[in-house]
Structure formats: C-alpha cells, structure tokens
C-alpha cells in the first residue's frame, strides 16, 4: 500500500523585512521633510532681511561727516563670507546722536544689486557710548550671500541714507 505523509512543520513566515524598511521610510519622511521645509522658511525674505523703501534723504560720506559727525570706517564681507563688519568712527558726539545714538534704530545695509535690505539686532552694538573719535561697529548677518567684496551697498540710518559704497 501507498502510504502517505503529512508534513507537520508550520509554513514559512512572510519574509517582513519589507515591512520593516516601510516602516523606516515612513519614520524619516517626515522629518527629512521638515528639514527642507525649514530650509525654504530660512530663504524667504522676511524680517532681518525684507526689502524696504529707499530712505528719504540720499547724502554723501561728506555730508555725513560735516553734518551729522559720523565717518564710515570699513563694510567688509568677514567670517568667510557669513557676516559683514559695518565699521564708523564718531566725528562730533552732539551731532552723532542723532543718527546712531540710543533713540535711533541701528544701521541698515541696502544690496544695490538686488535691494535686499540686510539688519542687525540691537544685541550686535559695540561700544554705545558716543565719544570723540570713538569707532563703533556692527556685524550684519550675510544670509543667502546677498553681499560679495566688490558689492555695492548703501548705508542707512533712519530715514537718511549714505550714498553707495564698495565692500571691501
């Protein structure tokens, strides 16, 4: 007679490694996907570095030292290109504290390129104490490398506005 035998081992488990890289990929999805989110908010143009209006009152590097005794000193791109060092020496300290005294906003830098108006935070001021001779300096924040050595920026404080310079 013919006999017959019954395999009695179970079936074999479905490989589930799929199912572990699955499970993976959904984990790191989104967080791949919010650090490029996080990247374009970075880009956008809003806040320390928005475009403004040209100020109203457009004066050269001598009529800022004669009227308002201030002289820019040195914009230069530093830190490998991540900041610009924004550098004046005070003139007259009367006629200083009108535009860079401590009821003013601080300085701008507008990008004559581009437009681009970069800001510092008041955090970044150095030495805020208006003395004869006294050299000040802020650093601006390059985002994006709006600004390169040879670029041409205009300095603003308040609603006056220094004629264009070249960044060293």
Known sequence: M?????????????NRRWLTYLLQALILLPAVAGFFAYRVWLAQPEGNHAQTPPATTLISAQTLAERFGVRVRL??????????????????????????????SPPALIVAETGETLYT???MKH???LDKDSIHFLFFANANNAVKA??????????V???PMTVQ
Do not use: C, W
């Open 75 to 104: 914009i230069a791109v530093t830190a490998g290109g991540g900041m610009i060092d924004f550098r004046y020496k005070v003139l007259d300290p009367a006629k200083a504290e009108f535009l860079v005294g401590e009821t003013t």
């Open 121 to 123: 935070s008041n955090g």
């Open 2 to 14: 013919h006999e017959m035998t019954i395999d009695t081992k179970p079936a074999p488990a479905p």
């Open 150 to 159: 040879g670029s041409t920026v205009s300095v603003v404080f308040g609603s």
């Open 127 to 129: 030495n805020t104490r």
């Open 161 to 163: 506005q220094l004629e």
